[in-house]
């Protein structure tokens, strides 16, 4: 099947799966897996249905500096440990947005190119809206727990490293440097995330994404 495809019956998948509060998808991966290219894909397509789609990073509930990197700027335990504020992610969004929630919820919390917290006044969601949010640690227990449908996108580490570095050459000072950084902080990170949460093993759908044209997507039973 073609990308297209694929992405249209994931989205077909995904509007069976409709709740009375808004459904809270969730895109987990490894670093530079194309998560953030699929979330972005999905709600477009889903956006075509006639279905509101609330759009959220989990990079926006970044913790500041002086947290993310206390273990040192390029330690990867300190990256899989520190570098998301999950309260927030959990009190501003997931949760008002969960059956037992008033559905007014808070798109970001943390501005990372300042590093500076945000207050963004709460927004009300309709009920039949979809929340698409993607993050590489995203299936950690006490997040997947406030998720209802959850996608793993599965990419092989040299693949992930080769797209990642390029993408990422200029932010990171040239791309040997920004594939130095990924083999020292980013993918060890998403080793460690993948040993302790099978993140895989929680999933409603893994889309193999190591074929960019040609993903593959592997259904399972729950």
């Known amino acids: 099947m073609s990308r297209n495809d694929v992405l249209k019956s994931v989205a077909l998948t995904v509007r069976s799966r409709m709740k009375s509060h808004p459904l809270r998808i969730g895109i987990s991966g490894i670093t530079s897996s194309g998560k953030t290219t699929l979330a972005n894909e999905l709600t477009e397509i889903l956006q075509g249905m006639g279905i509101n789609v609330i759009r959220a990073l989990m990079d926006d509930f970044h913790n500041p500096k002086t947290i993310r990197y206390s273990q040192g700027r390029t330690s990867a335990k300190g990256y899989y440990d520190d570098a998301y504020d999950h309260n927030s992610l959990l009190e501003k969004l997931l949760k008002p947005l969960g ?124």
């Open 99 to 222: 059956p037992n929630g008033n559905g007014y919820y808070q798109i970001k919390s943390h501005d990372l190119a300042l590093d500076q917290s945000i207050d963004l006044p709460p927004v009300k969601a309709n009920r039949d809206s979809v929340l698409m949010i993607d993050g590489t640690f995203l299936f950690k227990s006490d997040v997947r727990e406030e998720l209802d449908f959850k996608i793993y996108v599965e990419t092989d580490f040299e693949i992930a490293l080769e797209r990642g570095s390029k993408r990422e050459k200029h932010a990171l000072g040239g791309l040997e440097n920004a594939k130095r950084i990924f083999l020292e902080r980013y993918h060890p990170a998403s080793k460690m995330y993948l040993e302790e949460c099978n993140p895989d093993k929680y999933a409603d759908l893994i889309v193999n994404n190591n074929d960019l044209d040609n993903p593959v997507v592997i259904c399972k039973e729950r």
